[in-house]
């Protein structure tokens, strides 16, 4: 089955810091989320991006589906933003979300 | 505008029993994917259901069976339940199973089994 990598596994920021997460597949794909699980479990979506650039607020998320890869970019950030970053794909033959280890991030005030 | 919603919150079973999990899922939406989540790592595929049908299945034995019903909502069974099967358990719904569909999470069932 397809491979998802996310990196780095853990980071910790500062309040106010820039952060990039990054996330590798290993096949093609059609769907691509990234979600942010908050100490609940409850899994927010944050962007579904197959490819292009979207921004939403401090949020940005690149796909480049021909070089396999997604990053996240998560600007000024707050401890609100603490959590675990998910990203899951979807392949161009399937119906199911492969979900990559994820990115569990904690920002210190 | 209703999001998915998951019953019970929290379950704790002995080995060996049954459990049947519930979802709604959102609004307009006809597909349901059920989950499993462990400690410390990310959600694994169970299986999806579209239009009542089974319409796809992860790596998980047969003692993990499903319903969806004609409102779309959905139930996940398990039977002789082993301590391994203590997880989160998280449903989605999509309003189409084809690409192009995004899934939204519901807030999961904590299933612990003693």
């Known amino acids: 089955g397809i491979q998802v990598e996310q990196s780095p596994p853990d980071l910790i920021l500062q309040e106010g810091a820039n952060s990039t997460l990054r996330c590798n597949f290993s096949d093609s794909v059609n769907n691509l989320q990234w979600f942010h699980q908050n100490p609940w479990g409850q899994l927010i979506n944050l962007f579904y991006i197959p490819s292009g650039t979207k921004q939403n607020g401090r949020l940005s998320a690149t796909t480049v589906a021909t070089e396999r890869y997604s990053l996240l970019y998560i600007s000024s950030s707050q401890t609100t933003d603490s959590g675990v970053y998910f990203c899951a794909v979807r392949r161009n033959a399937g119906n199911m979300l492969t979900f990559g280890g994820g990115t569990r991030l904690m920002v210190k005030p | 505008e209703t999001g998915v919603t998951q019953s019970p919150t929290h379950l704790i079973k002995t080995r060996g029993q049954q459990v049947t999990l519930r979802c709604s899922s959102q609004s307009g939406h006809n597909t349901v994917s059920w989950y499993q989540q462990a400690l410390g790592q990310g959600p694994q595929f169970i299986f999806q259901y579209y239009r009542e049908e089974e319409n796809g299945r992860g790596n998980f034995p047969p003692r993990f069976s499903g319903l969806q019903f004609p409102n779309y909502s959905s139930e996940l069974n398990v039977n002789a339940l082993e301590l391994d099967d203590s997880a989160l358990y998280l449903c989605?719904?999509?309003?189409?199973?084809?690409?192009?569909?995004?899934?939204?999470f519901g807030p999961g069932t904590r299933l612990t089994v003693t």
């Open positions: 989605a719904s999509s309003l189409g199973s084809g690409r192009g569909y995004e899934q939204y």
